[in-house]
């Protein structure tokens, strides 16, 4: 069909991207992508499978009604899918920093120590600072690296953006596991978007009478022609 071929493509593709990964957070959102794509396809059959009994008027009716429906639906996944991506982010994000063991210090002792680490390191020119990290990143030490990824850049001395790549190797290599499901998270609340976007267009469409004309005209060409592609086939 027209509006649900491309959703499926994308539930297909998402799908086979979580194949063999037990991820909780992006399987549910991959289940709301399955909701939509379930109800694009019902819109276009309510569209295209008229009943001879239904004058213009009333078949219209009937496909602006489940385009408003199709509307609520995206309203209600979208909600769904936001309170799955907070609560697997907050609780991936906890989990990350646990074993990162880049929590922020609470005691006095640790606070000041970590202060001192910066003030040694700040002390260094520009290439030293940044090899103090790398090694830091290597050896995994994460008390030096929390004192850093913690603090403000101006605090530490160091480029925000070199920072951000000395953190991103850590994590990766201390918690692959987690990272991954994070980023398949993110991956596939974008994929879960565009789906809704799609989704809400064809809401849209549904009530507008010459879109749903344009609609059912293009989808019996589409049929006429593969009919006719059959039949010279086959002769």
């Known amino acids: 069909m027209k509006y649900s071929r491309p959703i499926k493509a994308i539930l297909e593709r998402e799908i086979a991207r979580l194949e063999g990964r037990n991820y909780d957070g992006p399987t549910r959102v991959i289940g709301e992508i399955g909701r939509l794509h379930s109800a694009v396809q019902s819109l276009e059959g309510v569209a295209l499978n008229r009943n001879p009994a239904d004058n213009d008027a009333l078949h219209m009716k009937k496909t602006h009604d489940a385009g408003v429906k199709l509307q609520k639906a995206v309203e209600a996944t979208r909600q769904r899918a936001n309170d799955i991506l907070n609560g ?25 120590r970590q202060s001192e680490f910066r003030a040694v390191v700040r002390s260094m020119d520009a290439e030293d600072r940044r090899e103090v990290m790398r090694v830091a990143v290597k050896e995994k030490k994460s008390e030096i690296l929390s004192a850093f990824f913690n603090a403000d850049p101006l605090v530490t001395g160091m480029d ?8 991103t190797s850590y994590e990766h290599a201390v918690a692959p596991d ?37 609609f059912i005209r293009a989808q019996e060409a589409a049929e006429q022609a593969n ?7 086959q002769e």
């Open 160 to 167: 925000p953006k070199f920072m951000r790549e000395m953190r």
């Open 178 to 214: 987690v990272v991954g499901e994070l980023e398949t998270l993110i991956e596939t609340d974008s994929a879960l978007n565009a789906v809704a976007r799609s989704a809400e267009k064809v809401a849209k469409d549904s009530q507008d009478e010459r879109a749903v004309e344009a």
């Open 88 to 112: 697997h982010t907050a609780r991936l994000s906890e989990t990350l920093l646990e074993r990162a063991g880049l929590k922020p210090p609470e005691s006095l002792p640790d606070i000041m």
């Open 227 to 233: 009919q006719s592609f059959s039949s010279a086939i």
